[in-house]
């Protein structure tokens, strides 16, 4: 299984960009999908996850994040409108996913870079 990540770039601040990943490989099913991202220097957090019919973002990004998903394509989006500075980081796609009836593990894209400036 692989998770691939797109649409990260530089971009003024009050943009927007769009952040898509593509899950390919031997899956069964696909359970969350989600966002996280990493500025240097601190941790990696959520943005975002999708799954079950809903979502759930952090409070940094309500309002201004939108997360969707298309599971014919096993691929999530993540829309972003009103990019500050402090947005800027590598964005991580990832996927709970189901390999087999009895295999399940979490997977991690290798990450987008997006950068704000001000």
């Known amino acids: 299984v692989q998770l691939v990540e797109s649409g990260g770039g530089l971009v003024q601040a009050g943009g927007s960009l769009r952040l898509f990943c593509v899950a390919s490989?031997?899956?069964?099913?696909?359970?969350?999908m989600g966002w996280y991202r990493q500025a240097p220097g601190k941790q990696r957090e959520l943005v975002a996850t999708?799954?079950?019919?809903?979502?759930n973002y952090a409070d940094s990004v309500k309002g201004r994040f939108t997360i969707s998903r298309d599971n014919a394509k096993n691929t999530v989006y993540l829309q972003m409108n009103s990019l500050q500075p402090e947005d800027t980081a590598v964005y991580y796609c990832?996927?709970?996913?189901?390999?087999?009836?009895?295999?399940?593990?979490?997977?991690w894209g290798q990450g987008t870079q997006v950068t704000v400036s001000s």
């Open positions: 990832n996927a709970v996913i189901w390999t087999s009836l009895t295999m399940r593990a979490d997977y």
């Open positions: 999708i799954g079950g019919g809903s979502t």
């Open positions: 490989g031997s899956i069964l099913r696909i359970n969350v």
